[in-house]
């Protein structure tokens, strides 16, 4: 009995073979898709986490003013962190282009060279590539390679000099190779790095002195200390900012701390002058002190010699002596008169002096108790001393880093989601396969049973040809989900774009098991659920194919004709296959919405951010003039973020003023106040009225805005603000700036600026998003459209083979093969059309509210709305889809014949 039921498995191949070969297509399209989409996220992020281990990814990087002094690099080396140079010199190249020079590095961010003929198609690099090590060799960049030809051996000219390209590769800290941190989009024709030795680096900065050099260092933490730790660290060290080379920044600190050394400086020299002045006058103390002790000894000496001359004087006339010393005595006594009130003088001037020096010694006290109010003051008012770092920054900031893998975590979330589609698809049309399979064939199984074949007999029969196929399909999907025409392309655009060594096959086991293990697994539980079923009725209630009496036919229609109330009543009795359909169409339907957000989002993205884009030019300062540039509008921008989903998005606050012409949008004046972007709206779920809050993780403050209006604009994910109040709320001048827009280039020095955004970068960023998902959305459109028709047809056909018996009874009344395709399948048409109106509508509204977990990782805005014709054009698809399947089984409506009347008698 067993040889017998092997041999009904060929004519059941036979009799059903495109209906067999429309399930191993369903399940092969199915798996393709999920293999394709995961495995392709898989290999970038599982390829971008090990080239960051083995390349000791930095876990930040810092930029200074001034380099650390060799003491200062000891100190942090010996608190257990890494720590290396990646001082970069940035040279203008001859075609336009500019090239970020840095050292070869030894600790962290090692650059990978791609190897020839390693997972690498592009044979043109030709020799084995090597990092630079000697005068006169350089390593670039590939992407900056690839859009120029350039291939190891070639010659670049960099400034001066002519240099051999002895390897091309990447860094692990330029996965995303953007020039500044703040460019819209990666643009390798304009921007590509190049590594060089210690010497020649030193050599090219010497030589073309006008390039401009950053101070960069990166660090490895190595769990010795946290980051904050590390900034305080740096903070705390020694640094003069007069010694930084940067004139601008020297201009913005001249207003400041420049200012506070002016007023420092002249209570200092005050200081010191009335020092000097108490020097003096102590010196002058001692003076009129030593000339009051002379005066005193001159007038004891004067009189000693008038008491001498007076004694002279007697001794003389007590002689007898003609000649007597009265004179000599009178001028001795006019001597010591004169002495007398020259010692009184001098006593009063050492008096005075003693005063001046009283004064002197109060003026002291009193200048040096405003140089310690001063100090005190200029310490409020100057609470920061000038910081050496220019900036501090964690590689989770970095957007430099992981870009690929980040932005292909959508394929992967897609996937996922997709997988979770394709199995309720799977499971579900390959249930009403079964039950299908089972009711046509339920005399055979009870004629079989009733001979005696054993249930586990019948049950493999039946399980096996389903679970085959299933095996085969899966396989066949997988396969292909793993070649070049599936994992391979999804990730061709990533390679394209982003700066990434080429990364190894990977082949997740879990995928392997959902793409070969699943379907047959699948299969093999839904066919032994309702074969047992089956098998549990009685072998005369499988021989009479008995069915459950159906309802409907007492429903009165009314007088109308007989075709149409055929129809009507057909699809009454045909009402669970009817939704049977429904539902094929609805799951089918997942995933093709699932496809077309994709491109509507990345459409909408790009047309939306053109049309809100209504400057020429966007100028964002890092050393702002006093005041704004000629035909400029100012504005103030800060970033500060905004958790979803688990990921930290940038949110831009713009404050502007009412007049601004760029910004159609009214602010409303208050430090918690803000107009929300329908971007922000969208992306968070708010509404007027409701409270916003955000981080400045740099502070570690929040900030809690109320949204007092909300308004269209799509750049990005933006707030505006009154430019008053926003000052006033981060503490700034009342006439600080440090953006500028305009409708024409403006003339502003480059050194004063971080970056330049044109109405042109914008629309190629836009571009750019929508070529990154063009594969994705392609396939995911195009392969769910050939799903849908062969679920379409496999629903459909079993419609029709339900009703065979009621088809061969028309034939005998005598109705042509049109009248019976008018009376099925253009009644099947209504059925196809209600699904429809319920399936667009029902997918859309499911898969929009789980689409945004797809991109919480991007900050974009989220229109995802279909314009009309979007609609249109997709139920004239779905239409034209059936009109298509119809033709088909016109030919399965031909072979019906008469005779299935006879076959089901009793």
């Not at 393709?32 to 281990?53: C, F, P, R, S, W």
């Not at 100057?382 to 292909?408: K, T, V």
């Not at 957000?597 to 400057?615: A, F, I």
């Not at 945004?852 to 990782?857: G, H, L, R, W, Y």
């Amino acid at each position: 009995m067993k040889r017998v039921l092997r041999k009904r498995l060929l004519r059941e191949i036979r009799a059903n073979l495109f209906r067999y070969i429309s399930l191993f297509v369903m399940i092969a399209l199915c798996m393709y898709i999920v293999i394709a989409l995961v495995d392709a996220a898989e290999v970038i992020i599982v390829g971008t986490e090990k080239n960051q281990a083995d390349s000791h990814l930095e876990d930040g990087q810092f930029m200074l003013f001034y380099p650390l002094e060799r003491d200062q690099i000891e100190q942090i080396e010996n608190s257990g962190v890494t720590l290396e140079e990646h001082f970069s010199y940035d040279i203008d190249m001859e075609d336009g282009s500019a090239l970020r020079i840095f050292k070869n590095r030894e600790k962290i961010d090692h650059v990978v060279l791609d190897r020839y003929g390693d997972n690498n198609n592009i044979l043109s690099y030709g020799t084995d590539p090597q990092f630079a090590d000697g005068p006169n060799e350089v390593v670039l960049e590939k992407r900056y390679c690839d859009v120029r030809g350039i291939s190891v051996g070639d010659h670049v000219k960099i400034g001066k000099e002519e240099y051999l390209v002895t390897g091309i590769g990447s860094s692990v800290d330029y996965d995303a190779p953007y020039r500044k941190l703040s460019d819209t989009a990666v643009d390798s024709k304009a921007f590509g790095v190049a590594f060089v030795t210690d010497e020649e680096y030193d050599r090219i900065k010497s030589e073309n002195p006008v390039g401009t050099e950053e101070l960069t260092y990166a660090f490895l933490l190595n769990d010795k200390m946290t980051t904050d730790e590390l900034k305080e660290m740096i903070r705390d060290f020694d640094f003069d900012y007069k010694k930084v080379d940067d004139p601008y920044y020297q201009e913005i600190l001249s207003d400041t701390y420049g200012k506070k050394d002016e007023i420092t400086d002249g209570i200092n020299d005050l200081v010191d002058g009335v020092d000097e002045l108490y020097d003096g006058g102590k010196q002058l103390k001692d003076g009129t002190k030593e000339l009051n002790e002379g005066m005193q000894e001159l007038y004891d000496g004067s009189k000693r010699i008038e008491e001498g001359t007076a004694a002279l004087d007697n001794a003389l006339q007590a002689a007898g002596l003609p000649v007597g010393a009265g004179e000599l005595n009178e001028g001795a006594r006019a001597l010591s008169e004169g002495l007398q009130n020259a010692k009184d003088g001098s006593g009063e001037l050492d008096e005075g002096t003693q005063e001046l020096l009283d004064g002197v010694e109060e003026l002291r006290d009193g200048v040096r108790d405003l140089k310690d109010q001063s100090d005190e003051m200029m310490d409020e008012l100057f609470s920061e001393a000038p910081d050496n770092i220019c900036e501090f920054m964690l590689r989770s900031d970095n957007l430099r880093i992981g870009g690929a893998a980040g932005d292909i975590e959508i394929n992967k979330m897609v996937g996922m989601v997709a997988g979770i589609i394709v199995i309720v698809l799977f499971t579900y049309v390959l249930s009403v396969f079964v039950i299908h399979q089972i009711q046509s064939e339920s005399s055979v199984i009870g004629a079989l049973y009733a001979l005696g074949v054993k249930k586990r007999d019948l049950m493999a029969h039946y399980i096996t040809l389903p679970t085959v196929i299933s095996f085969l399909g899966g396989l066949t999907g997988a396969v292909f989900g793993f070649s070049g025409l599936g994992s391979s392309w999804q990730m061709s655009d990533s390679y394209e774009y982003y700066s990434l060594p080429w990364f190894g096959r990977v082949i997740p086991p879990y995928l392997i098991v959902y793409a070969v293990v699943m379907p047959p697994v699948v299969s093999l539980i839904v066919n032994f659920l309702v074969i047992n079923k089956s098998l549990s009725r009685t072998a005369l209630s499988l021989i009479r194919n008995e069915q459950k009496v159906k309802r409907g036919r007492d429903i009165r229609l009314g007088n109308m004709p007989f075709m149409r109330k055929f129809m009507i009543r057909q699809m009454l009795r045909e009402r669970r296959t009817a939704f049977t359909i429904i539902a094929g169409m609805m799951i089918a339907l997942l995933i093709f919405v699932m496809g077309m957000d994709c491109y509507v989002l990345c459409e909408s993205v790009g047309r939306l951010s053109n049309e809100d884009t209504r400057y020429e030019y966007m100028y964002s300062y890092k050393y702002p003039t006093k005041t704004v540039p000629k035909g400029g509008e100012a504005a103030y921008v800060k970033t500060l973020k905004k958790e979803r989903f688990g990921y930290m998005l940038d949110i831009t606050v713009m404050g502007i003023d009412e007049d601004n012409p760029y910004m159609d949008v009214r602010t409303v004046k208050g430090k918690n106040k803000i107009v929300s972007s329908d971007a922000i709206a969208l992306r968070y779920g708010l509404k007027k009225g409701d409270t916003l809050v955000l981080s400045d993780h740099a502070d570690d403050m929040d900030y809690a805005f109320t949204i007092e209006d909300i308004v269209p604009y799509s750049v990005g994910l933006t707030v505006f603000m009154d430019i008053d109040s926003m000052r006033e709320l981060f503490g700034e001048e009342e006439d600080y700036y440090n953006v500028v827009m305009s409708d024409h280039a403006l003339s502003i020095e480059p050194g004063r600026l971080y970056s330049i955004t044109s109405r042109e970068d914008v629309a190629r960023s836009s571009d750019i998003f929508l070529e990154l998902m063009r594969p994705m959305f392609t396939m995911l459109i195009s392969m769910s459209a050939v799903i849908f028709c062969i679920v379409m047809y496999l629903m459909t056909a079993v419609m029709i083979d339900r009703a065979g018996f009621g088809i061969s009874l028309v034939k005998i009344f005598g109705y042509k093969t049109q009248d019976v395709k008018k009376l099925y399948l253009s009644g099947n048409r209504i059925i196809v059309i209600i699904g429809a109106l319920i399936s667009i509508p029902a997918a859309k509204l499911l898969i929009d509210s789980i689409f945004p977990i797809f991109v919480s990782n991007v900050a974009c805005t989220m229109h995802l709305e279909y314009r009309w014709f979007h609609y249109v054009l997709l139920f004239s698809g779905i239409l034209l889809c059936y009109q298509l399947i119809s033709m088909i089984l016109t030919g399965k409506l031909s072979r019906i014949t008469p005779a299935e009347v006879l076959k089901n008698r009793e």
